[in-house]
């Protein structure tokens, strides 16, 4: 069972030279670590020419947001189809950045139909934003849940990833521990189960808040996820190379 590892660059690296350069990097390392799924994220703008020009099988690309209609007067924005045509296989929906700049629970259940539509992938991301001992944050996370799935049949909720980014944790080195993620995925497939039934065991669960080379061991022992989506740390290729490493040398 491989575990999988998505690469979302967000907004980097400024040039496509430097896009190619890193990429290139990556290939190298994916392709001595058969046991990883390798998802890479870069920015739209980059996609194209970064998918058509990969021969190789060891990487597959997703596009970090796209708009749930197939077309029309939407200045700016990119659509599933389009994302399709150009290599993406996966569609992130849902990211912690995106709900920040207004995305809600209804625009991502929309556009995980969407998605499945396409016959894509969606990686649906769901997180609180701050952790609170009321436990208010498991009705976040439920409703999150609730909402992005409301319309996805149960015969393709196991096409579904779910990667579950608490916001509080995002953007340093110190990730949640292990022993709370794993309580967390507990959560999140009783949830999905409450919903499909026992289908809903087959949905894998990512961790993606502050990911690198010196935690990923550790929570891929006790968090009880399939994989990670890596931020920061993956436009760095020698960091990067080193998570991949370490996750195949365990798995």
Known sequence: MKTIVVANWKMNPPTFREARKLFEATKKTAEKCPK???????PAIYLH????????KKISFATQNAHA???GAFTGETSIAQARDVGAEYVLVGHSERRAMGETNEATGKKVSAVLAQKMTPILCVGETKRESSGEYLDIVGEQLRTALADVAPAKISKVIIAYEPVWAIGGETTMSPR???????FIRKTIVGIYGDIGHSVKILYGASVGEKNVLEMLREGNVRGFIVGHVSTDPERFATLLKVIQNET
Do not use: V
């Open 180 to 186: 709370d993620m794993h309580s967390m995925a507990i």
């Open 69 to 71: 209609e197939a077309n």
């Open 36 to 42: 990883i799924s390798l998802i890479i994220a870069p």
């Open 49 to 56: 020419a970064l998918a058509s020009n990969y021969r190789g």
